[in-house]
């Protein structure tokens, strides 16, 4: 921080002033790491929490209906305790990841596409972090839409015969 020294002309003492223009620049820089730190670190905590806190809820409310219907005599289902979001077949889970893989990767040629555009048409002296950070967020969405490729197509091959045999029981159902 610089300080301005002033004397008094009533008491003739040095007085020192902090320089309001700094004082600014560090809150302006505390703040711009308080950002990322807010969004790579808390949301991310913040949403497991909350994604816990909505399975224990769900938890507590099947286990008091359980001791209502034990206090009442009732008959118990086996299966009431069963996570209702497993409810997904193995191939609608596979098609999730391969939609997953088709978005972020045309998500990651277009902005690999942006970046282009940028480094041909614009100067790179006034451009240059910019370009490399949309480079490297297309490079990032690439990347991730290529591994969900491969994990659907590895998967498919995996579990071709579990897939079979879901469908098998499925169409047997009905």
Same mark, same amino acid.
């Given at each position: 921080?610089?300080?301005?020294?002033?004397?008094?002309?009533?008491?003739?003492?040095?007085?020192?002033?902090?320089?309001?223009?700094?004082?600014?620049?560090?809150?302006?820089?505390?703040?711009?790491?308080?950002?990322?730190?807010?969004?790579?670190?808390?949301?991310?905590?913040?949403?497991?929490?909350?994604?816990?806190?909505?399975?224990?809820?769900?938890?507590?409310?099947?286990?008091?209906?359980?001791?209502?219907?034990?206090?009442?005599?009732?008959?118990?289902?086996?299966?009431?305790?069963?996570?209702?979001?497993?409810?997904?077949?193995?191939?609608?889970? *596979? @098609?999730?990841?391969?939609?997953?893989?088709?978005?972020?990767?045309?998500? !990651?040629?277009?902005? +690999? =596409?942006?970046? %282009?555009?940028?480094?041909?048409?614009?100067?790179?002296?006034?451009?240059?972090?910019?370009?490399?950070?949309?480079?490297?967020?297309?490079?990032? *969405? @690439?990347?991730?839409?290529?591994?969900?490729?491969?994990?659907?197509?590895? !998967?498919?091959?995996? +579990? =071709?015969?579990? %897939?079979?045999?879901?469908?098998?029981?499925?169409?047997?159902?009905?």
């Amino acid at each position: 921080m610089r300080y301005s020294y002033v004397t008094a002309p009533e008491t003739g003492h040095v007085e020192h002033f902090i320089d309001t223009v700094m004082v600014y620049k560090l809150i302006a820089e505390f703040f711009q790491a308080l950002i990322p730190i807010s969004i790579c670190v808390v949301l991310p905590a913040l949403i497991v929490w909350l994604i816990g806190r909505v399975k224990q809820n769900e938890t507590n409310r099947k286990a008091e209906i359980m001791l209502k219907a034990l206090d009442n005599g009732a008959k118990i289902d086996s299966d009431f305790f069963k996570s209702q979001s497993n409810s997904k077949t193995i191939k609608e889970r *596979l @098609l999730g990841r391969m939609t997953g893989a088709c978005v972020t990767g045309l998500l !990651g040629v277009a902005v +690999l =596409a942006v970046a %282009i555009y940028m480094g041909c048409t614009l100067d790179w002296s006034k451009n240059d972090d910019a370009i490399i950070i949309t480079t490297m967020l297309g490079g990032i *969405l @690439l990347a991730v839409g290529v591994a969900l490729f491969i994990v659907y197509f590895s !998967g498919k091959k995996m +579990l =071709a015969k579990e %897939i079979a045999a879901e469908e098998k029981q499925l169409t047997e159902g009905k």
